[in-house]
Structure formats: structure tokens, C-alpha cells
């Protein structure tokens, strides 16, 4: 009874808690993403990797089982596959990640690329979901403090556009883009972009940031404030 009780507690702050008990994201559709970003977004970070990646701060790293912390592996970067010019960056093993960037705390990001994925030689037909995207966030310490992971890479000989809105933790104060095969497939990704959502992020420009050392009841505020502003009849 105590536990069906707690798990009804824990259910309902994130349902009204949003931007205190949890991290808020829209994935966004094919239509939305494939449109031009608003002439006010910040860009946080763009590449087409043509130049390369490994000098813009990209690793590729795999955690090998029972290992406590990720090897480095090379990073593979092609010219077999590009949805742009003529490279992408690939991996069939490694997380692909890209380098460590500033965050500020409840702000909304939007996080879009171009991927491909080639399926595994023995993948079933079930099994076309093989590669994972999304946003790692990291604390004052430097350790992974939030993931957001989506299974939303298919398996296809055509590149596809994803692209989705997150808010940043306010726990929170760095961030890294992280891409992931699964399966034995191999993936490859092209045209990355990271901007600060500018309609999402401007309903308080006079309201003080959040700090990222603490968990505020005046940060969760914020954050579900702002969150609101990323809702369809509000764009």
C-alpha cells in the first residue's frame, strides 16, 4: 500500500512539476523540423563535419561490459555516406559525442541533424529502430547529471530529419550531443545543429537565470513557465 501510494505521489509531480521533477521534451515532426529554424535562435552549434570533427572537439567512446568508464575509440569519419557535401561522421560500436558546451539552466534547446542508418545484417524487419540521439547534460562537477535517449533513428537506405525541443536541467550547467547505433547497425549523421529555442526562452528576459547549484521551487517556476511558451498554440 505504501508503495502504490508513493508511486502515485512520484506520478503526479511529473505530471504538474514538469520543470522541477522533470526534464520536459517535444519530439518534433518531419514537417516542423525540416523547416528554417526562427531568425532570433542563438546557434549553439552547427557542422556538416566537411571539416574535421576530431579538432571540433568529437570523440568517439564505448563502455566496454564491466567497465566503469568509456574506452576512446576512433573516430570514423567518412566519405562513404553524406546527406551534404561529401562527409558524415559514423559509428556501428561508439557513442558518438560531440564536445563539452555551455548550458544555461531552463532553457529550451533544439536539437536537429540529418541521419542514416544501415541496418544490421541480421536485423529483423521488427527491429528497424537501430540508432538512439539525444542530449547529454552535465553538472558543476563534470559528471552526466541528465540523459535524454530516443530510439527514433530508423533503419533506411534514405537520410531522414529528427530534431526535437529539451529543456535544459537546472541542476545542470554543460551539455554534449550524443548519438548511439544499436544492434550492429551502422549509423551516420550529418548537418547537426544546436540553437537556443528564442520563442521558448524569451517570456522573462528580465526574470534572473536560475542557478545550477540548487533545486529551487523559484527555478521549477521558471522552468514550467518557459516550457509553456514551447507548446504549438504558443509558437
Known sequence: MRLHLGLIIVGMLLAILPGWAAVPVVLEPPTTTAAKAHPDDAIILWTDFEQDPAAAGWTAVETPKG?????PLPLEWTMEQAHSGTRSLSAT?????????????????????WGRIAPAPESKPSTRMQGKWGLRFYDN?????WETIYRGAFASEEWHRYGAKIMCPFWTNRVRIAFWPEGGARIFVDDVELTE?????????TTPRPSATGRSRTAGNICRRRWRNCEPENR
Request: charged share 20%; hydrophobic share 55%.
Open 67 to 71: 567497465a566503469a568508464e568509456p574506452a
Open 93 to 113: 560500436r561508439s557513442v558518438l559525442l560531440s564536445a563539452l558546451m555551455p548550458a544555461d539552466a531552463c532553457f529550451v534547446y533544439r536539437l536537429r541533424f
Open 141 to 145: 562537477q563534470g559528471r552526466v547529471a
Open 197 to 205: 529555442d528564442a520563442v521558448a526562452n524569451a517570456f522573462d528576459k
